[in-house]
DNA sequence: GCAAAAGTGTTGTGAATACACCCATGG
DNA sequence: CCATGGGTGTATTCACAACACTTTTGC
């Protein structure tokens, strides 16, 4: 396969190529997938939605949401095509996290995947996932999967929990109305770290980003907590710009 | 093309593909490119790399340094091949980005790409780029690029913004030995930022990873600045591990 | 009344900001 | 001696961390 200096040198320095779909032909072309790890929050537990994978050789295994890319067909585009037919929903939060390309990541030849993270409220839907292949995962309990999957799902899921504390994301796999508590229990789990209640309360209270919807929680053995929901509209009206050295 | 679901119904549920080669096989293929936008800094300005377009279309406008990705090469790989050709060097600061994947960004047809940032010392190898084509060009100053290449370099640079705040990238734009004038200087340069000068120096010193070496600046018209030289081993040893909600 | 979690305030410490003067060098 | 930028210190403000008691509800 040529490279750049073989392909320049077959056509005269400072000559301009005219025809640029002929030189697009000369370029190798490689199998183009997409697989999304669908993170998802119950039982104050993260979550990932796999499939059983089914190449004979990842028997038993599990691996992530994934299809390969259509022609002419955007990475975003093909990332949320995946998400509505495996869940039923659009319009969800959904981020190209990054390429992973290593020759041999799939047994049956060169394929390159797009791993992207998307976050969803398990309760939202619910109905879709009755598919016995589809399974919630507990995103502690994996340490082995099909392809290169264990390493996308470990990278998207620090990549997770820095963006996390940068981006409200947190709030697309809690319901609408939710409670300071199940709030607390999405960052100490995603964070996989515990968080002092008080400061935690102080800090979101501080930014002035939830709104007091006037309800409390309901069937709960001790006293009801306030419900909140997010403020997405100052959020985006407010955003801050980053000025400041630290590492 | 037939997508996931198609695919699907093609095998009986619950029965495994044995070769995987074939499923592969029947992936539609596109052809894949790197670009890289190789950061550069002088004469207190951010600099980036780039060559002027050979297509006749873009008759004019400069583009990124890109090839396409050979086969069974790893897109990291990819990235530092062309790294090695326009610059002659290796072992260089060199990160992905983020692919960009619009159906209509080539004029020759589908071309995915994958964005590498690069941040390289302009004084370490002005040998190579003597080659005419290739020209510094002051980030800044530029409005309109060849593909979706401006498009690209905005995101990188948006890119190098926030990752310098959070991780010393910073020094490899440097020269080895350097002023906390310089330093100063670089970090206004791609924040678009004016900084305190004593806050800064307060807060690199408090860091403790500026190794003094007991030299000074040469041939000033003023009082000579003290040379530092970053203390990468240092830093890799202390990394630390953000908890803390901020948005 | 007991269990369980909600709700709340203060204090100390360290970091970021704002700001002004003297110093060393070259010309 | 003058112009230029190097080098330094302090006071204020703010954010974060640590920490304990009272309140409300279900049972």
Chains 1, 2 share one sequence.
Request: glycine share 4%.
């Amino acid at each position: 396969m040529k490279n750049i200096s073989q392909r320049m040198s077959s056509h005269k320095a400072g000559e301009l190529v005219k025809d640029p779909t002929t030189l697009v032909e000369t370029y190798p072309k490689v199998p183009l997938t997409v697989d999304c790890v669908l993170f998802g929050f119950e039982e104050n537990v993260l979550k990932v939605l796999l499939i059983r994978s089914d190449l004979q050789v990842f028997d038993g295994l599990w691996s992530l949401l994934g299809d390969n890319v259509l022609d002419n067909e955007e990475l975003d585009d093909a990332a949320n095509r995946i998400l509505k037919e495996r869940t039923g929903m659009d319009d969800i939060y959904l981020e190209q996290v990054r390429s992973f390309s290593h020759p041999a990541r799939h047994p049956g030849g060169r394929v390159i995947t797009v791993a992207y993270c998307s976050l969803i409220n398990i309760q939202h839907h619910q109905l879709k996932i009755l598919d016995h292949e589809l399974h919630w995962h507990e995103v502690q309990s994996l340490t082995k999967m099909a392809f290169d999957h264990f390493e996308i799902l470990t990278y998207c899921n620090q990549w997770l929990q820095k963006r996390i504390q940068e981006h409200p994301l947190g709030f697309n796999l809690l319901p609408v109305k939710f409670s300071m508590r199940e709030l607390q229990n999405l960052y100490e789990a995603i964070l996989n770290h515990q968080l002092d209640r008080r400061n935690f309360r102080k800090k979101f209270a501080s930014m002035g980003l939830l709104i007091d919807v006037n309800e409390i929680e309901d069937n709960v053995p001790h006293r009801p907590g306030k419900l909140y929901k997010f403020n997405f509209e100052k959020y985006e009206k407010n955003k801050r710009n980053w000025i400041g050295i630290d590492f």
